[in-house]
């Protein structure tokens, strides 16, 4: 199956610094991204869509200012917290499609703000 | 009622038994499901797809009940190795990409 990984795997930042995270798609082009959330026990929950080339769509509740969003290339997407807070701490994931049928997930990252 | 629910268990059965997981959902547009398998601490990984009344891969069987909005998922012969939590995912209506999940069922098979 397609492949697409996320960089870093795990970050622990200080409160109100910024985070970056990359997802890539290695071996398809990802037309559209997207990004969740996962808290401890919790389902995944849709943060936002990007579509390459064009601004996110973000879902409800979800503060653009605060995860932006940036789909410059069809193989890469980056997520970033700015100004995190505890309260941020959670586990990302990326998924990827290319073809709008089948969405390849990335490994996740596991943020912890402190 | 919530776009998907499920029972979080957790499902306790031995090596070898029989375990259902049921799945409803309040879409009564929704036209495709998945079950995916996620792993403790680890990205979710399709299992299957359910596009009509229901589909059979090996161990795993999925039924759907549009009547009465509901998924199930059935693993025969469990092996350790089922261990993981199965959520239910449905696609918002408009927009097929947009996946909805369940907050999932883990299962716990034990020698």
């Known amino acids: 199956g397609a492949v697409v990984s996320q960089h870093p795997s795990r970050v622990i930042c200080k409160s109100g610094t910024s985070v970056k995270i990359e997802c890539r798609s290695l071996d398809f082009q990802a037309t559209t991204m997207f990004w969740y959330r996962q808290f401890p026990k919790k389902s995944l929950m849709l943060m936002a869509t990007?579509?390459?080339?064009?601004?996110?769509?973000?879902e409800q509740g979800v503060e653009k200012d605060k995860f932006l969003i940036n789909h410059a290339s069809l193989t890469l997407s980056t997520l970033t917290v700015t100004s995190a807070h505890p309260e941020d701490s959670s586990f990302y994931i990326c998924?990827?499609?290319?073809?709008?049928?089948?969405?390849?997930f990335g490994p996740g990252t596991r943020l912890t703000v402190t | 009622r919530k776009e998907v629910e499920q029972d979080p268990g957790p499902f306790n059965v031995p090596e070898g038994a029989t375990v259902a997981f049921n799945c409803t959902y309040s879409n009564s547009a929704s036209q495709s499901f998945f079950w995916y398998r996620q792993d403790c601490r680890k990205e979710p990984k399709l299992l299957m797809s359910v596009y009509s009344s229901g589909n059979e891969d090996g161990r795993f069987t999925a039924q759907l009940n549009r009547a009465s909005q509901y998924i199930s998922l059935l693993i025969r012969d469990s092996k350790l190795s089922d261990s993981a939590t199965y959520l239910c995912?449905?696609?918002?209506?408009?927009?097929?990409?947009?996946?909805?999940f369940g907050t999932g069922t883990r299962l716990l098979v034990s020698p």
């Open positions: 990007s579509n390459e080339g064009s601004k996110a769509t973000y």
């Open positions: 995912v449905v696609p918002r209506s408009l927009g097929f990409q947009k996946l909805v």
């Open positions: 998924s990827a499609t290319g073809d709008l049928t089948e969405q390849y």
